[in-house]
């Protein structure tokens, strides 16, 4: 996302008039449209094409709704957006948000309200980016672990030491062959499998 606040904006909007009234709120703004549509799928194709910073879209879509349209965003290209819809309803909003949209707004859409919505989206999607980095970290780290553990447990068998022994000759390989501990831990067991087979 551009750090200048300048964003590239798609916005997908079937009523002709509501279109041009968030495009010029959006342009307004300082931000630039880079696309528009009138239909969910359009709004999927454009999105995917441009890759802008921030989608604004309708609900209601005609040939797919924007809730669907922003699901299959989200499955290729993760991005914030934010669902218009011409009355609150708890139920569709819920299910915008499952589908990851990171903000609402409800028509008529005036520009004051557009800010925040702007700024709400792009704040949550930053969090969004973050959990999702950790969490990758965080399995990553688990799955090393894994490795780990099941080569200090082969070591500790084949040379019959204790474990903090086998942690420290783990350490010492994988510096000698300048790998990562996770790497030469994944080749100990791998060697070890192949000796159970010429077993």
């Known amino acids: ?19 041009m009234g968030i495009k010029e709120m959006v342009q307004e703004l300082g931000h630039e449209i880079i696309g528009e549509a009138t239909n969910g799928k359009k709004a999927v194709e454009i999105t995917l094409k441009e890759k802008p910073d921030l989608l604004i879209i309708d609900i209601n879509m ?3 709704d924007g809730i669907d ?16 819809t011409g009355y609150y309803n708890k139920e569709l909003i819920d299910r915008a948000k499952k589908a990851g949209a990171f903000s609402y707004l409800v028509k008529p859409i005036d520009e004051k309200d557009l800010q925040p919505a702007i700024e709400m989206a792009s704040a949550r999607f930053e969090e969004f980016l973050t959990l999702r980095k950790e969490l990758q970290e965080t399995q990553a780290a688990f799955e090393a672990r894994k490795y780990i553990e099941k080569a200090k447990g082969i070591l500790m068998d084949k040379y019959n030491i204790k474990e903090s022994q086998a942690m420290k000759t783990l350490q010492k390989k994988s510096r000698n062959n300048n790998k990562k501990l996770v790497v030469t831990a994944k080749e100990i067991i791998k060697a070890d499998k192949l000796l159970q087979i010429d077993e």
Not at 1 to 16: Q, T
Not at 69 to 84: C, G, Q
Request: glycine residues 0%; negative net charge; charged residues 25%.
């Open 1 to 19: 996302m551009n750090k200048d606040n300048h964003l590239k904006v798609v916005v997908a909007e079937d009523e002709y008039m509501v279109l």
């Open 69 to 84: 349209a922003i699901k299959k965003i989200n499955e290729l290209y993760p991005m914030p957006s934010i669902v218009v």
């Open 62 to 64: 005609p040939v797919l």
